[in-house]
């Protein structure tokens, strides 16, 4: 192919040339160039790609140029030419056709894994079309399933040729390059993919990761294989103990007693490594005393947690052990099952195995793609609603970390309800000193969760989980438990960002709770509160006018003489709120600051886009009011609302709020129109027309 290539380049050079010399205006470079057009055109009827001996002497003499391209010149050879590309081009699309065809073959041969039938069709399309990128790149595919690695990467060089951003080609060349354990290259092959479209990084760490692991095991089993040539006592050791326990029908206490000083003897990665290279993995699964010990119902307690400890010993910093122990349906079953144990201990050995996976990414991975996700976070769940205060925290850690995996929280959806959230409202609904201490990690592990869209949106649409929410605030009012109030808050906040007619439902018992928090005198609890009431007065009516009631207003202006941004964002979207939906809010803010001079303070001071937007609506809410334009004659309000109507274009919000205010309180009051036109504020008045409209 390389031969062709190049030849394919020389008759370039040669054609333009010819063209080149044809156009000229010396009559002998015209005609030289006559006699060697009529030469090529002539050789181009003879088989190609026929190779000739050297030794073998040519007695035909070279074809002579025709007459009639001597006698008609330059342009018959160019015609000659259009004729030649036109037949080219239609004889390219016939192939490209066979090609495309031959293709679709290979692809339902690889679907059914024929892979041998794959490459023979993915090769009789390249003979019709030698430039076709997919050819190159799905048989490449297909000589890897077939272990034919070098031929893969021929192919994706190939590839490259006919595309050098061919993503495909390096995605696979560092598959092979990895298979014949040539890392760097295969590293080489990833990163390129990055480099090419950095949207890929993602799917590019994930390949890295396995190449760095895969050249990590095999370190780790050529170290551990030359320990055990040397004769060192530790390796040998591991073996012989190995060869003993796999004997069968033998007493608990005696396997109980062998894994105990196994354990002992895998603690570094040589033994380790020598468990996995010696089956160690099959002494439980082939054995039925062993097997039997990892049953819920375990007769042999001991002995499980033996086996549960030496997994945990063996698989403690060794990603490859890891990964064998979740290829084994022994161990993928018994590690679900056993969180509910009726044994102290194992639930206990169990947590702590699951724990180790929970605190890599890699561990997290592996047990999300090998463990049953809903009864694995069911167990869990269920350790934290009746636990020892260490199972429970364990466990919750355990949920948390694996919350952080999209994986995980894409396969809990669906059985969220049962696994998460009706154990979480039991646990709500009877806080006390024994589970409040889990019941604060626990909050947070769910708002890990909730990060999921999918998941956000269904505890915000579950009637048990917002009547457990203000049974809980009630209660830990009541018993002085801030520390499980305030990460409540938080994650309430979060949840009722969603509009959902649960929430509506109870909207007015949920602020109630806020009103009675505002008094607090933890400035912490006082701003989520605050938050609670900014997310859930605008789903409820009802909830607004309650609060007003309770004298919301004042409290909210008092909030917004303080320096807190939290504070001051979540009370100025509540104040505005009240103000928008009720007219005695409108009067009792302006009584109690008649030129709203907080307002205008978090007009001219505050950065914060959500701030000063909803300053400025508040603003306009109480324009509406007779004679409040006229109190802020000789005020900056008109200077202040011009600023931000003329602001970044992106704040999209606030010039809008800032306009609706401005144009309010020129209505309201003619006088500010003066105002207005001394700072030559019409034109932006009337440029922000096209926001409100």
């Known amino acids: 192919m390389d031969e062709d290539f190049d030849s394919f380049l020389e008759n370039v050079d040669k054609i333009s040339e010819l063209v080149k010399d044809l156009q000229s205006s010396d009559v002998k470079l015209q005609q030289k160039a006559i006699e060697k057009a009529d030469c090529y055109i002539a050789a181009l009827d003879q088989p190609c790609r026929t190779k000739v001996s050297t030794t073998t002497i040519n007695t035909k003499p070279p074809p002579q140029p025709s ?71 799905n048989r490449a595919q297909a000589y890897i399933k077939q272990g034919k690695y070098m031929e893969a990467i021929s192919d994706c060089e190939w590839a490259l040729k006919c595309n050098d951003r061919c993503i495909k080609a390096y995605l696979h060349m560092g598959k092979a390059y990895q298979a014949l354990k040539k890392y760097n290259e295969s590293r080489n092959c990833f990163e390129k993919i990055v480099e090419i479209e950095p949207a890929k990084e993602t799917m590019v760490k994930e390949y890295l990761t396995q190449v760095d692991l895969e050249e990590v095991r095999r370190s780790q089993e050529m170290n551990a294989m030359r320990e055990f040539d040397k004769g060192n006592g530790n390796a040998t050791r591991v073996s012989e103990l190995l060869e003993k326990l796999s004997r069968p029908g033998q007493i608990p206490l005696y396997y109980c ?232 808050l938080g994650l309430i906040i979060n949840l009722s960002a969603i509009s959902s007619p649960v929430i509506q439902e109870h909207a007015v018992s949920l602020c109630d709770c806020c009103l009675g928090l505002l008094r607090d005198n933890d400035g912490g609890v006082i701003t989520r509160a605050t938050g609670v009431l900014s997310s859930v007065l605008p789903q409820s009516p009802e909830a607004v006018q309650h609060v007003i009631h309770g004298d919301v207003v004042r409290t909210m202006r008092r909030l917004l003489k303080g320096t807190g941004q939290t504070a001051t964002k979540y009370a100025i979207k509540t104040l505005t709120v009240c103000t928008a939906a009720s007219h005695s809010a409108q009067e009792e803010l302006v009584k109690s600051d008649k030129k709203l001079s907080i307002l ?14 909803n300053a400025a609506l508040c603003l306009a809410h109480c324009l509406e009011l007779e004679g409040t334009a006229s109190t802020l004659l000789g005020t900056d309000i008109v200077l202040l609302l011009l600023r931000h109507a003329a602001g970044d274009t992106k704040r999209t919000a606030v010039r809008q709020n800032a306009a609706i205010a401005l144009g309010k309180l020129c209505r309201s009051e003619p006088r500010h129109m003066n105002k207005l036109r001394e700072l030559h504020g019409l034109e932006i008045l009337h440029s922000c027309t096209k926001l409100l409209t």
């Open 600 to 613: 205008r303070h978090l007009l001219s001071s505050s950065c914060d886009e959500m701030v000063t937007g």
């Open 257 to 488: 007693g062998g894994l105990e000083i196994l354990t002992q003897a895998v603690t570094d990665c040589t033994g380790q490594t020598l468990f996995r290279l010696n089956n160690g993995f099959s002494i439980i699964s082939s054995n039925d005393t062993m097997r039997s010990c990892l049953l819920d119902t375990t007769k042999y307690p001991e002995l499980c947690v033996s086996v549960l400890k030496m997994w945990r010993v063996i698989c403690s910093g060794n990603d490859e052990n890891q990964k064998m122990l979740m290829a084994c349906p022994v161990s993928r079953q018994s590690i679900v099952h056993l969180l509910i144990s009726e044994h102290v201990t194992v639930r206990e050995g169990c947590l702590t195995l699951l724990s180790l996976y929970a605190q890599m990414p890699h561990g997290r991975r592996l047990a999300i793609d090998n463990l049953n996700v809903h009864m694995l976070v069911r167990n869990l769940m269920a350790c934290i609603v009746k636990p020892k205060q260490l199972q429970g925290s364990i466990a919750v850690n355990i949920l948390e970390n694996f919350a952080a995996e999209n994986k995980f929280c894409f396969q809990l959806r669906n059985a969220l309800t049962d696994s998460v959230i009706v154990p979480f409202t039991t646990i709500l609904r009877n806080i006390s000193e024994a589970n409040r201490h889990v019941l604060v990690s626990l909050m947070s592990a769910i708002g890990c969760l909730a990060r999921d869209d999918i998941i956000c949106r269904s505890f915000a649409h579950d009637p048990g989980c917002w009547k457990a929410f203000v049974v809980a605030i009630r209660q830990c009012s009541a018993c002085g438990y801030k520390d499980v109030i305030y990460p409540m």
């Open 67 to 137: 007459s009639s391209l001597q006698n008609e010149g330059p342009d018959n050879f160019m015609k000659i030419m259009e004729r030649d590309a036109e037949d080219r081009r239609v004889k390219r699309i016939a192939k490209a056709k066979k090609a495309a065809a031959l293709k679709d073959k290979g692809n339902e041969a690889y679907a059914k894994e024929d892979y041998e039938t794959a490459v023979k069709y993915y090769s009789d399309g390249l003979a019709e079309l030698q430039d076709m990128q997919p050819l190159y790149t």
